[in-house]
């Protein structure tokens, strides 16, 4: 394989079981060898995400003081201010902060809600909740359905992730990735994220390209652009799902690019589903061939310590 695949989801929703075993296949070996793929025909209405971008925006454009007000630390809900994070840290590498703004929402779904971290939504643009909330829906569905493709692709039990998916230890970031004009230049390792993996599950991202392109490290050390195809989304596991695997399945380690000089005006802004379990899950290595044995962790400690290791404010 030498380049990403693109799977269609709603081909393996509604295919025979030689088809769903097929894209199964494709799918273990792109996370073998990628950890990343692309999924269309994927059932998230584009036109949804559209609009999300655009009240996002209007958050974004709001004055500092103004987003002040809904505020958080790394790791909690809310607006995350430029110069908080540095996601290269998590890798054990020092660099200065990304250079970013997120505003970060619970991923909250019927059945399973979240009464202990409630969400804060900015009273200046009103439409944000009710679209994010439609647009999580369908996030959510599609999450389910990858972790289900996840256990055939695996062989493993019926259940063995989905029984343990959990919106309410899930995450939905909007990324703003501000204009050259707006940062200024870089400083020295300075990125819009810095070289890292991801921490938990599953990532489902929607993203624009531009000069600040998605970068992934191959197995032989390389950087290549991660492949943009209009529709598409971009998936990819996260350092729990490999562990869980025993390192059969690659946590990628990505970055994306800083503001280039080639478009001084350019800003992009990415939304991003980082799909997770229940914190009390116990992440046991599975028998499915993975190169490393790890000693059992419980989920929600995992993911606490390594969200605490970019956070640039922390006392």
Known sequence: MSELPILNIEQWRAGTDTERRTIADELDSALQEFGFLLIRDHGLDEDLASRVRAEARRFFA??????????????GRGWIPPGAEANSYASGVSAPP??????????????????????????????LQH???????????LAMDMFTLFE??????????TLHASAAASSFNINYYPSLRTTGPPAEGQFRIGAHSDFGMLTILD???G?????????????????DVSGALTVNIGDMLARWTGDRWRSTVHRVLPP???DADEELLSLINFCGVRPDTTLNTLPVGGPTHYEPVRAGDYLRAKIDSIDMLAE
């Open 62 to 75: 709001l004055d500092d003081g103004t987003k002040d007000n809904y505020s958080s630390r790394v790791g």
């Open 98 to 127: 990304d250079m970013k703004e997120t505003y970060k929402i619970g991923m909250a779904a019927p059945g399973d809600p979240d009464i202990t971290r409630p969400d804060r939504w900015p009273a200046e643009v009103p439409d």
């Open 131 to 141: 679209l994010v909330r439609a647009y999580l829906e369908g996030a959510w569905a």
């Open 152 to 161: 055939q692709a695996l062989g493993v039990p019926a259940g063995t992730f």
């Open 207 to 209: 993203r624009q390209t």
């Open 211 to 227: 000069y600040g392109a998605l970068q992934i490290q191959t197995l032989a050390g390389e950087w290549i652009d991660a492949p």
């Open 260 to 262: 280039s000089d080639h």
